[in-house]
């Protein structure tokens, strides 16, 4: 596009409505009686280029109404991911989809459907922060670019056009003495802290430029701050997991990629108890709750780093880093993660024994223990005889269509489906044993599976947590401010006084508070022979 020549030879962009130097109208000009000074008549791409696709999106980003309805549906989006619990506060021992279905009915699964159960990181909602990021950078660049660039290049000398039409303005007939009270209005204008530019025997007075910037620091706040939150998408910048440990056991740790391991030594409990006169003192640690009012519980771990690369199938080699006691509010901090302590479980089943018998001859064949966690899949009896598990349900239940399955992978009602094999029977008899019940399932079995006992332990729940973003939130927040008080608490004001032949023109402007500035002219007029200001819209307590 060509650029635009004034006749005060001035060169402006394509697109100008003022002059940035003189501030006379370019081209047709406008009928009004005032000029829109927002932008300080300048050439904004969005409204200069409209062509290309690029045009367009620029156009379409640009626009403050755009941006506005984004914010509305972040806001909604936001919203609905409140109404019911997300995903990673829910139970982690059930699957999310019959949770919402057994919790809430057909809301509940129709909000599980449609993904609100892990709204803050679908990948639409992560469009929609990209969107407003993207509305941000462009509705700032399309306007501070243009309005710096005015502001800089302004001129002192304004034709009277420019003048005649700002909402404060005054003209005065020139007399004796012009000079002598333009000394003295000068003086008064640098005692209110104006910065004072003269030019041919015209003022502009300026103070409180930096107000103008306050938008825009508010803009770069808020897109520090959005990114911070996107880069919680990106891997290692940010973790919060869930980790259930039992007592004597060894895990990953998750979110670190398999270099930390963590060991639970023992979880214990700290209760108060009332004595025989219903007093309440403390008692000493232990695993038991025993129905008490619970005073501490903490798990006492040792974290440990894999050393050299992950070989999968083998046992990694741990190094240890420390032992720590992990309590409510105490976490254990290492290498930017943290593990806190959030829940237990106490009694939990960990292992149940059970006996393989001859219900004829009331003969035992030999004991099995079953980990209920890693169970396995055959075990080995005296005599040849044989116990497989074909099917290992943790929590037991039959589901809508009479079949059995499972809730969750904790057992906490365990069942099993039984091969039976001995000597004579190699093909084995078939028998499902959940807790007190046993159901035969090959007609008349002989053998049968016997439980012995049970074995328990206490598991901890801890959430793993790190957060390299924090200082991007932090400092984004904070620029954020900044840009508040910038533009709430001051206004760029600026006044004009131009001498055109006999006639004295004066003119204020100010992006708030018409009414302060327009006092602050008047009350410094008042020790000379010059006309006051007067609001041209007869609305003196207005803002543009």
């Given amino acids: 596009m060509e650029r635009v020549e004034c006749k005060c030879g001035h060169v402006n962009p394509y697109g100008t409505i003022l002059c940035e130097s003189c501030g006379r109208v370019i081209g047709d000009g406008d009928s009004d009686n005032s000029v829109n000074m927002r932008y300080e008549g300048s050439a904004r791409r969005s409204k200069t280029y409209k062509k290309t696709i690029i045009d367009k999106i620029w156009n379409f980003f640009s626009s403050v109404k755009v941006g506005v309805w984004i914010i509305v549906l972040i806001l909604i989006a936001s919203i609905i991911g409140t109404i019911l619990p997300q995903e990673m506060y829910i139970p982690q021992t059930v699957e999310a989809g019959d949770y919402y279905r057994d919790h809430y009915g057909l809301f509940g699964q129709i909000y599980y459907q449609l993904g609100f159960n892990n709204l803050y990181g679908s990948w639409w909602y992560f469009i929609l922060l990209a969107a407003l990021g993207m509305s941000l950078v462009i509705a700032s660049l399309d306007r501070v670019i243009p309005l710096y660039r005015s502001l800089k290049n302004q001129g002192v000398t304004r034709h009277e056009s420019f003048m005649q039409r700002q909402r404060l303005f005054s003209e005065t ?69 869930s980790l259930w440990i039992r007592d004597g056991e060894t895990v990953v740790i998750p979110g670190t990629d398999g270099k930390y391991y963590l060991h639970s030594d023992i979880f214990l409990i700290e209760t108060y108890e009332k004595d025989q006169e219903g007093e309440v003192s403390a008692n000493s640690l232990s695993e038991e709750s025993d129905g008490n009012i619970i005073r501490n519980y903490q798990t006492n771990v040792t974290l440990y780093e894999r050393e050299g690369e992950i070989l999968y199938g083998e046992t990694p080699k741990l190094k240890k880093i420390k032992s720590e006691q992990i309590r409510v509010n105490q976490p254990l901090k290492y290498d930017s993660y943290a593990l806190y302590q959030v829940s237990y479980k106490l ?114 729940s801890l959430t793993v947590r790190k957060d390299n973003t924090l200082w991007f939130l932090g400092v984004g927040g904070a620029i954020f401010m900044i840009g508040v008080v910038q533009g709430m608490y001051w206004n760029h004001r600026r006044i004009w006084i131009i001498r055109k032949r006999d006639t004295l023109f004066i003119a204020g402007h100010t992006n708030k508070n018409w009414y302060g500035i327009q006092k602050e002219i008047n009350h410094i007029l008042t020790e000379t022979s010059f006309q006051k200001v007067i609001d041209q819209t007869q609305n003196t307590t207005g803002n543009e």
Avoid: C
């Avoid at 003022?203 to 939150?229: C, D, Q, T």
């Avoid at 004829?360 to 040849?384: K, M, T, V, W």
């Avoid at 009602?413 to 159901?439: C, L």
């Fill in 173 to 241: 007939k020139l007399e004796e003495h012009v000079d002598e009270q333009l000394v003295v209005l000068n003086s008064k204008l640098k005692k209110k802290h104006y910065h004072v530019r003269e030019e041919n025997g015209n003022i502009l007075a300026e103070k409180n430029r930096f107000s103008r910037w306050g938008p825009y620091v508010n803009h770069v706040g808020l897109i520090i701050f959005l990114i911070g939150g996107m880069l919680r998408f990106v891997p290692g910048m940010y973790v919060d997991e």
């Fill in 347 to 460: 009694n939990e089943l960990n292992t149940l024994t059970f006996q393989l018998v001859d219900q004829n001859a009331n003969e035992r064949f030999g004991e099995i223990e079953i980990d209920l966690i890693n169970p396995q899949r055959s075990y080995e009896l005296d005599n040849n005889y044989k116990v497989e598990i074909l099917e290992y349900f943790p929590n037991f239940h039959f589901n809508s269509d009479g079949q059995p399955s499972t809730r969750s992978q904790t057992p906490d009602n365990p069942a099993f489906y039984f091969n039976m094999i001995s000597p004579d029977n190699p093909e084995g008899e078939k028998s499902f044993v959940a807790i007190q019940q046993t159901m035969e399932l090959s007609g008349d079995n002989r053998l049968k599976m016997e439980f012995v006992s049970a074995e328990t332990k206490s598991v901890s």
